[in-house]
């Protein structure tokens, strides 16, 4: 379409030409009128009555009846004109362009050469007559129709140089885009790969922390005080008898493969929404120590985190025995969970470890530490928090806690009727 309209607008350009005389030639018209031969051009239009049919009818010289022009060279400055726009304009291939150009050159060409030349040798004639010079004087100036062939072939070739100089451009920045847009998914995936694997080190408060801290130096500490921490440890108390080194159970791997099964599903009920608030501090040996209410945004008036980590608690019991039933082991978990306040913070500045320090801290480990199996053992501040949630519990009485003397303990024995049961089990 663009073509279309470009190559109309060429035509257009000169198509006015073919109504004028351009069969005249001007010499030869004016030869009757010459005085003497070898004066000059300027000498015999001045001196002789034809002087005056010049100046004052140019446009019908010689012919009356026809209409003529004597600046041919302004066709092709419109033809030129078109040639800039196409350039300008013209979204497409520089060996478009050049075939274009040129075909518009060529054609041009043919005609000044061939069927419009007397009108062009008019201009030269007229041009030396107003300027005195000596019509057979070669080297008194080029003809304008080879100045308008050679212009227009000069223009071509410029335009062909520039198209491919804008096409080559416009190549090179398509690859850097396109090697741009490559270069910055790869940079977003590294930066999701390393938050994933950096919020599997840290907590995801934790790691935000540290990336936006740009100038942070590695003995400053992030700390956090942390209150209505609901802290839980839980334990396969009876692993080690289950793990042996044998070379039928390839030197105890295979029981360590089972262990790590099993603290994987703990990890994947972790990340079901209901247990959004909790977080997973560490797991040693075959304990697995987890904490909620750890921020503002998990920590609620409510204590609705404290009910999410009971119940989290309840779930990995529950788990346990679907792994027993299907593994045909007899693996046994006791858990102990405490509330209270808790510093939070990161030790270490090469591989960094999160984790929890306080009062709170110790009495969980404790309640986990003097339970007894399948059971779930919890202190009083506990107690009096989960009793007006409805859940069930079981007086334990008073127990010996090393380092924390006397202290009344429960045991959990059931879920609220206040909450709906989740379906088990949770990790299929």
Not at 294 to 299: A, E, R, S, V
Request: overall charge negative.
């Amino acid at each position: 379409m663009t073509i279309t309209v470009i190559l109309t607008l060429y035509f257009m350009s000169f198509l006015y030409i073919f109504a004028l005389d351009f069969t005249t030639d001007l010499a030869s018209c004016i030869k009757p009128f010459q005085v003497n031969s070898t004066e000059n051009l300027a000498t015999n239009i001045t001196t002789n009555t034809f002087y005056t049919s010049i100046t004052t009818d140019r446009d019908t010289l010689c012919s009356a009846h026809l209409q003529t022009t004597h600046y041919p060279e302004y066709f092709g400055f419109c033809i030129l004109v078109v040639m800039v726009t196409s350039e300008v304009f013209l979204q497409t291939s520089f060996v478009v362009k050049a075939i274009l150009f040129f075909s518009m050159t060529i054609f041009y060409s043919i005609l000044v050469q061939v069927l419009f030349y007397n009108m062009f040798d008019n201009r030269d004639l007229l041009l030396f007559a107003n300027s005195g010079m000596n019509l057979a004087d070669d080297s008194s100036s080029v003809p304008l129709k080879w100045i308008t062939v050679a212009s227009l072939l000069l223009f071509s070739i410029a335009s062909t140089i520039h198209a491919q100089i804008v096409e080559s451009t416009a190549r090179l920045d398509f690859l850097w885009h396109i090697q741009t847009n490559e270069e910055r998914k790869e940079t977003e995936s590294l930066r999701e790969y390393n938050m994933k694997l950096l919020s599997n080190i840290l907590p995801l408060h934790v790691a935000e922390h540290f990336l936006r801290a740009k100038d942070k130096k590695d003995e400053d500490m992030y700390y956090q005080d942390c209150k209505n921490v609901c802290v839980m440890f839980a334990s396969i108390c009876n692993f080690s008898d289950f793990y042996v080194e044998l070379e039928g159970n390839n030197e105890g791997v295979e029981c360590l493969r089972l262990l790590n099964e099993i603290i994987a599903d703990f990890d994947e009920i972790l990340s079901e929404k209901r247990f959004k608030f909790i977080e997973k501090i560490k797991t040693i040996g075959s304990t697995y120590m987890a904490a909620s209410g750890l921020t503002d945004k998990t920590n609620f008036a409510d204590l609705s985190h404290v009910v999410a980590m009971t119940e989290y608690a309840l779930t990995l019991k529950d788990q346990l025995d679907y792994v027993n039933q299907h593994s045909f082991n007899n693996f046994k978990m006791r858990i102990g969970l405490n509330v209270g306040p808790v510093v939070a913070g990161v030790i270490g500045a090469r591989k960094p470890q999160y984790d929890i320090w306080g009062n709170c801290v110790n009495v969980a480990s404790r309640m986990d530490s003097s339970g007894e199996p399948n059971n779930i053992q919890v202190t009083d501040e506990m107690y009096q928090i989960l009793l007006k949630k409805g859940y069930k519990f079981k007086c334990r009485g008073t127990v010996s806690i090393k380092g924390k003397g006397e202290m009344v303990t429960y045991f959990l024995t059931g879920r609220s009727d206040m909450l709906p049961k989740p379906k088990w089990p949770p990790i299929l």
